[in-house]
């Protein structure tokens, strides 16, 4: 911990760390009448993060290849030090954040809070929505196994109701007419790589505008 310490002296003498800290995070003030429901869209950054570290460390070990996903995710729970642990917290951490982001977009609608000044938070905020759930999705087709691979058939036959347009929607999805390894590149590239960085530039206008605004609270 000492290490530590003067480390973060090491750096806060230079780049003048504490000063930002007690700005933005220790000393922020937030109205008084905010309940533990205010906390939704916060933990549900926290868990993207936690998906983030699991996901790079997943990332180590799996092989998004149709003759060897499923092989390297069952090396990884089997064989990989606490890898069982790192891979359980990833699937529980996606589902948990669903879970948040739809309870966060459901206090924001109850209270209103989408109303002026806010009319950005609210559109960045169903951007999100949309991205966490691909992302979901996305991901639940990389073990490669039959049930993922089912649901993956299944959720991409949806665009494919869209008249006119729907069979050239599904597929693009598929990167072809079925399920291949076409569609597991496809997603895995999706999932570790366009759709985070996209939801991160969502994130930080979302945090620049609550900066900007404050944080708002029921009347």
Not at 113 to 133: A, C, D, N, Q, Y
Not at 195 to 219: E, K, N, Q, Y
Request: hydrophobic share 50%; net charge positive.
């Amino acid at each position: 911990m000492r290490l530590l310490g003067r480390i973060f002296d090491w750096f806060d003498e230079r780049y003048e760390l504490t000063p930002l800290i007690e700005k933005n995070v220790t000393h922020k003030q937030v109205p008084r009448t905010l309940g533990w429901s205010a906390c939704f869209g916060g933990l549900a950054f926290l868990t993207f993060l936690v998906q983030v570290f699991t996901g790079m460390l997943l990332l180590m070990y799996y092989k998004p290849h149709p003759s060897a996903a499923w092989d390297s995710v069952t090396f990884i729970k089997s064989n990989v030090p606490m890898g069982w642990l790192v891979q359980r917290i990833h699937t529980v951490g996606a589902n948990t954040m669903i879970v948040l982001v739809f309870m966060h977009f459901a206090r924001v609608a109850y209270y209103k809070i989408f109303r002026k000044p806010r009319e950005l938070h609210w559109i960045s905020g169903v951007v999100l929505m949309l991205i966490t759930t691909i992302m979901a999705f996305t991901g639940y087709l990389l073990p490669w196994t039959q049930l993922s691979y089912w649901g993956a058939k299944v959720g991409t036959e949806i665009p494919g109701a869209v008249p006119w347009i729907g069979e050239g929607i599904r597929n693009w999805v598929r990167r072809g007419p079925a399920i291949s390894g076409e569609t597991l590149g496809f997603f895995f590239s999706l999932h570790i790589w366009i759709l985070p960085a996209v939801a991160v530039a969502f994130m930080l206008m979302h945090f620049m505008m609550i900066r900007r605004t404050g944080i708002s609270r029921p009347l």
